[in-house]
């Protein structure tokens, strides 16, 4: 793999971010289940789902002022996707989920507080490392824009089991953790909660 490129999906074609999706579960969701909530989602056309996508990326504008994710690029090819925004944008962690919240008091609507919701990995990419990448690319970012801080709610594996391609779209501990995240809290027997506070960082 040569060196990755991570560009801000405003500023790339939306079929680059089709093409990263294809056609599988990433494709069917099209980053729509987070942000809905599972009752919005469910019933949900997928090409409806896709023109939603559209709208949150302001793929190709540059000139947006907002974006949903980012693209990663090997040698021009586009090869993954992480969903990163402020954390009001994904409705599916409010009302009864447990996973941000259990165990903390924090402000649901605070957008200075960003997520990193969903990675994709192209077929024919997985395996290399990628997500990682993407991780340490999506931490960068919301820097930039000025969060305050970001947050992961990674998956981990049940009872010593094996977390599969679908469950790891959310991401797992270590993937967090290298993009210089710690763990906060453990909402769930499946969940963590995974941040890095960016004013510490720079006070050290």
């Known amino acids: 793999m040569a060196a990755l490129e991570f560009r801000p999906a405003n500023e790339v074609p939306f079929d680059d971010v089709q093409t990263v999706l294809g056609t599988s579960q990433a494709g069917r969701c099209q ?3 987070q942000v809905l909530g599972d009752r919005l989602w469910w019933d949900m056309p997928v090409g409806e789902r896709r023109m939603r996508l559209a709208e949150q990326s302001c793929a190709g504008d ?5 974006t949903s994710g980012l693209v990663a690029y090997d040698d021009g090819e586009p090869v993954g996707w992480v969903a990163v925004a402020p954390r009001p944008t994904y409705r599916r962690y409010f009302g009864r989920s ?3 919240w259990r165990g903390r008091h924090e402000d649901r609507d605070d957008a200075d507080v960003w ?3 969903c990675f994709v990995v ?6 290399e490392g990628l997500t990682y990448e993407l991780a340490a690319a999506a931490v960068e970012f919301a820097r930039s824009r000025g969060a305050a801080a970001l947050e992961g709610y990674p998956i981990v594996a049940a009872d010593g089991g094996e977390v ?3 469950e790891a779209s959310v991401g797992t501990p270590q993937v967090f953790a290298a993009a210089g995240l710690t763990e906060v809290s453990a909402p769930t027997s499946r969940r963590r909660v ?4 960016f004013d ?3 006070s050290r």
């Open 31 to 33: 980053c729509q289940r």
């Open 62 to 66: 540059p000139a947006a002022s907002s």
């Open 98 to 100: 447990p996973v941000a």
């Open 115 to 117: 997520v990193a919701a």
């Open 122 to 127: 192209r077929a024919g990419f997985r395996g």
């Open 164 to 166: 599969v391609w679908d």
């Open 194 to 197: 995974l941040r890095i506070d």
């Open 200 to 202: 510490e960082v720079s």
